[in-house]
């Protein structure tokens, strides 16, 4: 098996070839494959989001599905060459982390892992199952698998290129609307309920064991404090907040640690599933629409895909959904219209679980609603990160520089040297909320000073919201230790 390049300056033809033979011999054993020219460009901008490193594969191939003996496969390459037609591919590639020391933070915590067994195994699975039982009527919907190879110290990952079948992402700055969410939560119930279904017959962890929480948990709720520290530091920016400055001062370290527990006590849900993990605006593929002027949109799309599936792994579904809630939506649309969404999601996934032969009548429309309100502080800590997004300075964050040289493969050696030392020590909760501060002080100084308005005024709807809903009440936390999270769940 050919090496997978570590950046996208290593992409050579050879390599490009292999590649798609693996692909195109999947379908036709027989195939030659012959790369007449390809292209590796720019998938995505600084601020995406994305941790790895994406760029777009265009490649003009001549492609020979042959039935028998191929003879003399130089000969016959080279008789390809100079035939006329071409087959044109589209391709998105996914490579590790430029930065080394992401990169292996990425291997050690299993990040790479899961992602290339959701393409390549997982969701294939599902879809297996669910289209045996229910003659496909809940197709779990990503970009198709191409090609990948993971291991300690490789990671590639090809995917198909749905901009070329009109998907894109919504405006990371506009917030999902109603038509969108309702789509968005389709896919999740399928995924949430095919993967619970699936587990209750073949345990789905035992065969993907790297699906299990380990320490995701743990850094899902890492920059916290430094959250409710900066709502304090913009509140005292402003004039008259002196009432909720002090709640949220009183409320601090249990708001803190009331987060971290919602996700200790799996006794606490009464549905465990596959969830996505980083559900937010910018991982989700609408297909546009034409509009009657004949531009495109994606306000009124019918179909949308999830990616980006680096954090997956086995958890409660309301995560995912406080999650994608508080990550993509309003305050105000949240208000007006999280009951409906939240009965919509429960409709899907309940019917999903009756003709998968696994119903959960004991998984009622209240219960998931009170299991929902035990993650409302995740949620609302979620949406102060990721009102970060609304900033300037947010559209600039990268977790690490593309390789656009040759790399010098005795440094690159010493660097993960480095990195294998000093890994363990960075994933240590207070380095990584030390580094989280130090990536992210030009979007707070952007808040202080007050001069991004819809910045601002997001960022106090999101206080406010939480004001609303009870957050930094001192009656929540007023109780026994013994007692502290579970009472205040249930009061929220």
Not at 20 to 26: G, M, P, V
Not at 273 to 302: A, R, T, Y
Not at 443 to 468: H, M, P, T, W, Y
Request: charged letters at 20%.
């Amino acid at each position: 098996m050919m090496k997978a390049p570590a950046h996208r300056v290593e992409i050579s033809e050879a390599w490009v070839e292999f590649m798609l033979r693996d692909y195109i011999n999947r379908h036709n054993p027989q195939a030659i494959v012959t790369i007449k020219s390809f292209n590796v460009s720019n998938a995505t901008k600084p601020g995406d989001g994305y941790s790895g490193d994406l760029c777009l594969l265009d490649i003009q191939a001549h492609i020979d599905y042959c039935d028998g003996d191929n003879g003399d496969l130089e000969s016959k390459k080279a008789e390809l060459n100079n035939h006329a037609g071409v087959n044109n591919y589209s391709f998105i590639v996914k490579l590790a982390n430029p930065n080394v020391f992401f990169a292996h933070m990425q291997t050690v915590i299993g990040q790479n892992m899961r992602e290339f067994k959701i393409y390549s195994e997982v969701i294939q699975e599902l879809n297996k199952f669910q289209r045996e039982k229910t003659s496909n009527q809940f197709p779990i919907i990503i970009p198709e698998y191409i090609y990948g190879k993971c291991s300690n110290d490789e990671f590639v990952l090809v995917m198909e290129n749905m901009k070329q079948l009109d998907y894109v992402t919504n405006p990371k700055k506009s917030p999902i609307n109603l038509h969108q969410s309702k789509k968005v939560l389709e896919q999740q119930a399928r995924v949430h309920a095919v993967s619970y279904a699936y587990n209750n017959m073949h345990n789905l962890l035992v065969k993907y064991p790297c699906l299990k929480p380990g320490i995701y948990t743990e850094l899902l709720t890492v920059g916290m404090p430094m959250n409710l520290d900066l709502a304090i530091e913009y509140l005292e920016s402003i004039n008259g907040q002196g009432p909720l400055i002090k709640k949220i001062r009183a409320a601090k370290s249990n708001v803190v640690k009331t987060c971290k527990d919602s996700f200790k006590n799996e006794s606490n849900y009464q549905i465990m599933c596959l969830m996505h993990g980083d559900s937010w605006n910018n991982n989700f593929l609408f297909k546009q629409k034409v509009d009657e002027n004949g531009g495109k949109s994606v306000k009124d799309s019918d179909d949308v895909m999830l990616i980006d599936w680096q954090i997956s792994h086995w958890n409660t579904p309301v995560a995912d959904l406080s999650y994608f809630f508080h990550s993509s939506t309003s305050p105000t649309f949240r208000k007006t219209h999280i009951d409906e969404l939240l009965k919509y999601y429960h409709t899907i996934f309940t019917e999903i679980t009756i003709k998968l032969g696994t119903p959960v009548p004991h998984w009622t429309f209240d219960q998931l609603k009170k299991e929902y309100d035990q993650m409302k502080v995740f949620g609302f800590l979620r949406a102060l990160t990721f009102a970060g997004i609304h900033s300037d300075a947010g559209t600039n964050l990268t977790l690490g520089d593309v390789q656009t040289g040759v790399t010098n493969p005795v440094i690159n050696s010493i660097k993960k040297g480095i990195a294998k030392a000093m890994v363990p020590l960075m994933l240590r909760p207070s380095i990584l909320e030390a580094g989280m501060k130090k990536m992210l002080n030009p979007v707070r100084e952007e808040l202080l000073s007050g001069k991004n308005q819809l910045f601002c005024d997001l960022f106090l709807e999101i206080l406010i919201e939480a004001e609303q809903n009870g957050i930094f009440e001192a009656e929540l936390y007023n109780t026994d230790e013994s007692e502290n999270v579970s009472r205040s769940l249930k009061c929220i």
